[in-house]
């Protein structure tokens, strides 16, 4: 890009060149300028058209005038071109430089530098270009109409970049202006050019420190030109780099399509081309550095450096758990050591002590002392198969002992298990039950409602009345008169006694409810130690309800 660019400007300067030597100078020669300088000298003015006329067509001069200027326009703008395309070539330098520079492990952690940090920088310019622009912006229509680089919105960017406002430039202001001055300068200068330029140049630096840091210690030009030089004559006479990567990454024909690489076999692949030992020594070892160099560069984050923290908190717990282990057998063998020593002094007691007992020769020997003390073969088996019974059995009750442990924990585990479920159903018909007695109080309640004012007695009496036989002789006679009439008052008592019958069928529920209810508190108080679940409201909000009831009526009977 950059070479293919630069042809182009070269060309492209070869062709302004010639315009300027060739074709310009051409074009001003078809003008007599000798000849017009003459005359304008001799006449000591200016020529007339007349004049003009005897030294040269003036229509011809003026084509000539014409064509001048056109090919002096086509320079110019050929010139202003060949300008702008210098002024862009300079930053593709620019980027080729930065390839370049990463020939260099010192130079290139500069270009890492920039790569790194070029998110941030760029999330910063965001916030940056806005608080920027406000500021700029804000200095327009305040200095615009007076201040003339302030004037427009192109000049305000470049002046609140360039410059910083001064007392002379608001002297010809107010002085509320002046204070509003003053603190959009002093806001600009603390916010911008020192809070958000000291945060770009830390984002900067600590690019530069990570880079720097990862790459260690990076060779300097210096040391990489000696380098360079010691493997040029090092490598005189080997084969060409190009030759040996060109033929080792042969898809069809590989030189060298054995995966673990020697140097004979090296040496063997490249027997065509001249490859020496020491050609073949100097390849593996720099591929051996290299690869030891990319296994000491090791990259971990932080969530690997947490795995290999707690992996090596748990190897030494491990470590100090073995440790703990291997005191202890330290201190098992030493009471053993020390329990074997008493053992053998208590021997050696008795045995230095036996000749204080009488019957025994002074002079008799150890064996023989022991010899009186030995115990028959019989009695031996006899306790060891006893012994071997006691541990049969002890082994057969620690069984049965582990067996009914684990039956009873299961049945435990059941048990509590069943009266998880009890509470989970019991929290169940708790819930239903408050909800069924919401519904029976609203009930209850529109009862009251529509029974208000109601004389229960005089209505309790109603049957009986309806089963008078003089009521019913008038209603048997009154049949044939009034028959609809009847029918009508039949229905409607009809009606009455259905109504009465489900009263009293809902008044028997909810005494049954509010027994239901009781036993159901007392049970889980029980299970509570004492404390009540179901609310007192329950059962005591219904008493006063009846007696308001009664009370209507009676007070209605004595006003009757």
Request: with cysteine; aromatic share 10%.
């Amino acid at each position: 890009m950059a070479i293919l660019t630069g042809l182009f400007n070269v060309g492209m300067w070869f062709y302004v060149l010639v315009q300027m030597s060739v074709r310009l100078p051409n074009a001003i020669e078809r003008i007599p300028q000798a000849a017009l300088d003459e005359r304008v000298f001799r006449n000591t003015t200016y020529l007339s058209l007349d004049d003009l006329a005897e030294v040269v067509d003036p229509t011809e001069l003026n084509v000539n005038i014409n064509r001048m200027f056109i090919v002096a326009r086509e320079v110019y703008d050929w010139h202003l071109l060949l300008r702008a395309c210098f002024f862009g070539y300079f930053f593709i330098l620019i980027m080729k430089f930065f390839k370049s520079f990463q020939a260099n492990p010192r130079l290139d952690v500069v270009v890492q530098t920039i790569v790194h940090c070029s998110v941030n920088v760029a999330h910063f310019g965001i916030v940056f270009f806005a608080i920027f622009c406000s500021y700029s912006f804000a200095g327009h229509f305040l200095l615009g109409h007076k201040i003339k680089g302030w004037s427009s919105m192109l000049g305000s960017l470049f002046m609140c970049w360039s410059t910083s406002l001064n007392t002379e430039m608001v002297q010809d202001f107010s002085i509320p202006v002046q204070a509003v001055c003053f603190v959009w300068t002093l806001t600009y200068q603390v916010l911008v050019q020192q809070v958000m330029l000291n945060m770009l140049y830390c984002i900067v630096f600590d690019s530069y420190y990570s880079i720097k840091g990862a790459s260690g210690k990076p060779l300097t030009l210096y040391q990489q030109i000696q380098g360079a030089i010691a493997d040029a004559r090092e490598t005189r006479g080997f084969v060409e780099m190009w030759v040996l990567i060109v033929q080792m990454e042969d898809d069809d024909f590989p030189a060298h399509p054995a995966e673990i690489v020697t140097v004979r076999s090296l040496k063997r692949a490249f027997e065509r081309e001249g490859m020496s030992r020491t050609n073949a020594e100097y390849l593996v070892k720099k591929a051996a550095d290299f690869v030891k160099e990319q296994t000491e560069q090791v990259e971990i984050t932080l969530s690997d450096a947490i795995r290999v923290t707690g992996h090596i908190q748990n190897t030494m717990l491990k470590t100090l758990e073995l440790g703990e282990e291997s005191l202890d057998m330290i201190k098992t063998e030493a009471r053993n050591k020390e329990a074997a020593e008493k053992a053998k002094e208590r021997s050696a007691f008795v045995s230095n002590n036996m000749n204080d007992v009488p019957g025994l020769d002074t002079k008799q020997d150890v064996n023989m002392s022991e010899s009186q003390w030995r115990v028959s073969d019989e009695v031996c088996d006899a306790v060891e198969i006893t012994l071997h019974n006691i541990s049969s059995l002890l082994d057969h009750c620690r069984q049965e002992q582990t067996d009914l442990a684990g039956d009873v924990n299961t049945a435990l585990q059941d048990i509590w298990r069943e009266e998880d479920k009890r509470y989970k159903d019991l929290d169940v018909l708790l819930h239903e039950l408050e909800h069924g007695l919401q519904a029976v109080e609203r009930s209850i309640g529109s009862m009251g409602v529509s029974f208000s004012g109601t004389n229960f007695q005089q209505l309790a009496s109603v049957p009986e009345r309806l089963d008078d036989p003089d009521l019913l002789q008038l209603l048997l006679s009154g049949e044939e008169r009034g028959g609809a009439c009847v029918s009508r008052l039949d229905a409607k008592l009809g009606e009455l006694k259905q109504q009465m019958h489900e009263l009293s069928g809902k008044a028997g529920d909810t005494a049954e409810l509010r027994d239901l209810f009781w036993k159901v508190e007392v049970n889980m108080r029980k299970l509570n130690n004492g404390k009540g679940v179901i609310p007192m409201k329950c059962f005591i909000r219904e008493q006063p309800k009846p007696e308001k009831r009664q009370r209507r009526p009676d007070s209605r009977e004595d006003d009757d």
